[in-house]
């Protein structure tokens, strides 16, 4: 990055180029078995947001939703990519969705899963308990609460330990957790928010993208983003392919491996054959 900070990417197979963005308190290795389908066709991308995966995590940044929306066009940039499918999940749709609006005529297809890219005021009361001052530094900073809880609460198959472990590996300590914490203080819940108009601007441009091919593949039993926010999505897309699994929950990619990468693998061919239909299910 132009300030001196390191973003890390995982960037692998050759093709068309799929570009994965992460939410929180996640990292690239939530699209690590999505890679190895799609690279033997595809050119795989998947970032680590500042202060999340590998990436630098410097203590005083801006760890705003338009500073990481920045730093990720400047990986696009930096890459020269000309097209690409987005893939995107938790806050990291919010990010994809603000680089897919600054380039509509470069995108091939969006992949939705269990995220937002609008405001809402439905914030768990676990999470919003996060955001106190003091306490919520405590919570995720010193007690590393916020990803151990996601293990537990973002699956209802439950994690392998090693597959937990994987999660929590980039953040052992205080001063690697701060992007967690930051994340959660960005969530904007008022217009006096410093990321309010933001996400109001990405919301507003969400129409740009309403006659591409869009996929939204929704974990039902997502405690945080739930039946609301998939159809809100419908809402902006009407055409939109909507795939459910009902007994998932809002780590998709873990709860339904198999069928949820074949979906996306399935989709994403398709995109480049337009005789071809996905059938919703």
């Not at 960037?11 to 190895?36: A, K």
């Not at 730093?71 to 994809?96: P, Y």
């Not at 899963?113 to 609008?118: K, P, V």
Request: with cysteine; glycine share 6%; proline share 4%.
């Amino acid at each position: 990055m132009p300030d001196g900070n390191r973003i890390h990417y995982v960037d692998e197979g050759e093709g068309d180029v799929v570009f994965m963005i992460h939410g929180n308190p996640t990292w690239s290795f939530y699209y690590r078995d999505l890679i190895q389908k799609l690279k033997s066709t595809f050119r795989c991308i998947a970032i680590d947001h500042m202060g999340c995966g590998l990436s630098d995590k410097p203590q005083k940044y801006p760890y705003t939703l338009a500073q990481h929306i920045a730093n990720a066009r400047k990986v696009i940039e930096t890459l020269s990519l000309k097209r690409f499918h987005f893939v995107m999940h938790d806050w990291g749709c919010a990010i994809g969705m603000a680089l897919a609006e600054r380039w509509p005529e470069r995108v091939e297809s969006l992949t939705i899963m269990n995220g937002a890219a609008f405001h809402s005021s439905r914030i768990p009361a676990r999470i919003n308990f996060c955001r106190t001052p003091v306490l919520g530094d405590l919570l995720i900073r010193g007690l590393n609460a916020f990803v151990r809880g996601s293990n537990y609460m973002s699956t209802t198959k439950g994690l392998d330990t090693l597959t937990a472990y994987g999660y929590r590996f980039p953040y052992n300590s205080w001063r690697n957790r701060v992007a967690i914490r930051k994340f959660v203080a960005d969530i904007p819940l008022s217009t006096r928010h410093p990321s309010w108009n933001t996400l109001t601007e990405i919301e507003n441009a969400l129409f740009l993208l309403s006659q591409k091919r869009i996929l939204l593949l929704w974990g039902e039993r997502d405690f945080c983003f739930t039946e609301w926010f998939l159809k809100e999505w419908q809402s902006f897309f009407e055409r939109a392919a909507v795939i459910r699994f009902e007994d998932c929950g809002h780590y998709v990619l873990e709860d339904a491996k198999e069928p949820a990468i074949e979906a996306i693998y399935n989709f994403i061919v398709h995109t480049r054959k337009p005789d071809v239909t996905l059938y919703r299910m």
